[in-house]
């Protein structure tokens, strides 16, 4: 779930605690005490950048797992973050807070706070970038706000050449050349973006059964599989960061603008904040 990621050092970063910015690595007997200390100064930062709220749940979400000698290789960590009201303590608003890790953040003589820039990201920012990611990667051309097509595989006498209701993809992985077409079923209306699962060959619709209670994920759109070294780049920028969307069917990136950087996102990141956001 680590993301390989990218950022420069933040201008002005509060530390609210006057915890000392190298900590060093021998002090942490395990990885939950550095996930305390992660955490704590996440909290902080959230605490001095974000005072209108006064009740807040923050956890970090993706470091389990990860020995102490690697998180140096670590570029990006995941923190859900949940506001409530405080007169009912009923839940208010869902964030989820990314901290970009830049080069030598962590290192033998500890840990460098001021390599480690954040940034809140809300639901609609989320569903942006989403949205941005589908036109980019989508073999065929439509409107989200009308709907989104539902795709089934179909024989090559069925296929239609120039009719939007049919594609066919063409791929190319190391040489080796196929063709596969398909044939739109459907028009799905009731559906919310963070519903849409990503799974490096398709983009999904996950629902639940009426019937059984259970999930069911839906095909909706097959993409073409391409080499690793292929990208894809948006035709319009997310706002919200300043970036492009870029990748394959197996990688979502931001290119950063305002520092020249690819941040790479791994899918079951993605995936995991589609769930946070469902």
């Not at 949940?82 to 080069?103: I, Y």
């Not at 940034?119 to 980019?136: A, C, D, G, N, Q």
């Not at 050349?177 to 619709?205: C, H, P, W």
Request: hydrophobic letters at 40%.
């Amino acid at each position: 779930m680590f993301s390989n990621l990218k950022a420069q050092p933040p201008k002005n970063l509060a530390l609210a605690s006057g915890i000392a910015l190298g900590i060093g690595i021998a002090a942490y007997a395990s990885v939950e005490q550095m996930k305390e200390g992660l955490e704590q100064n996440a909290t902080e930062w959230f605490l001095a950048n974000h005072p209108e709220e006064n009740l807040f749940r923050l956890k970090i979400r993706n470091i389990s797992g990860t020995k102490l000698s690697d998180l140096s290789n670590v570029s990006c960590m995941l923190y859900t973050v949940f506001t409530f009201n405080k007169s009912d303590r009923k839940l208010k608003e869902k964030f989820v807070l990314l901290s970009f890790h830049s080069h030598g953040w962590v290192n033998d003589e500890g840990v460098n706070f001021e390599k480690v820039t954040y940034h809140l990201v809300s639901k609609p920012e989320w569903e942006e970038f989403i949205k941005i990611w589908i036109e980019t990667i989508s073999p065929v051309s439509f409107d989200l706000t009308k709907g989104i097509p539902e795709f089934q595989k179909c024989n090559e006498k069925k296929y239609i050449e120039n009719n939007p209701n049919y594609i066919r993809i063409i791929n190319n992985v190391d040489g080796v050349k196929s063709v596969d077409y398909y044939e739109q079923i459907n028009n799905i209306t009731d559906f919310q973006i963070a519903q849409l699962r990503m799974t490096g060959k398709t983009i999904e619709l996950r629902k639940i059964d009426p019937y059984t209670d259970l999930y069911e994920n839906t095909l909706l759109i097959p993409l073409s599989k391409v080499d690793g070294d292929t990208y894809m780049r948006s035709e319009r920028k997310l706002d919200f960061l300043d970036s492009y969307v870029v990748g394959n069917e197996k990688t979502i990136c931001l290119f950063k603008m305002n520092d020249l950087r690819l941040i790479q996102l791994d899918l079951d990141m993605i995936n995991y904040v589609q769930e946070i956001f469902d």
